[in-house]
């Protein structure tokens, strides 16, 4: 049974920092793409980042462009999002994912349960 399990998260004031990680098990994903969404209480999953099987190629959006990077440690199956200048309004639950496929293409395949960011003013 596939299982992606998240650490790092937390309670940080706005402008702080949290690193989280995300850690892949039964099966091999270290070279399948990976991404990282959030959901606020009464808003929609919305995507954050994704990056290819190589670590080569990442996406974000536009929102976090600039404060966020997602990186991966293919030795170790691991996913890590590190946030910087965090902002109230990335209060969230963060979920990391697994596809298939090299690329992050279509919906993933495989959550976390999530791990709760939670950013004061």
């Known amino acids: 049974q596939v299982q992606l399990v998240e650490s790092g998260g937390g309670l940080v004031q706005s402008g702080g920092s949290l690193r989280l990680s995300c850690a892949a098990s039964?099966?091999?994903?270290?070279?399948?793409?990976k991404g990282w969404f959030r959901q606020s209480p009464g808003k929609e999953r919305e995507f954050v980042a994704s990056?290819?099987?190589?670590?080569?190629?990442?996406v974000y959006a536009d929102s976090v462009k600039g404060r966020f990077t997602i990186s991966r440690d293919n030795a170790k199956d691991m996913v890590y999002l590190q946030m910087n200048n965090l902002k109230v309004e990335d209060t969230a639950v963060y979920s990391c994912?697994?596809?298939?496929?090299?690329?992050?293409?279509?919906?993933?395949?495989?959550w976390g349960q999530g791990t709760q960011v939670t950013v004061s003013s």
């Open positions: 990056i290819n099987g190589s670590g080569g190629s990442t």
């Open positions: 994912c697994a596809y298939w496929g090299f690329v992050p293409i279509g919906p993933p395949d495989y």
């Open positions: 039964g099966r091999s994903f270290s070279r399948t793409a």
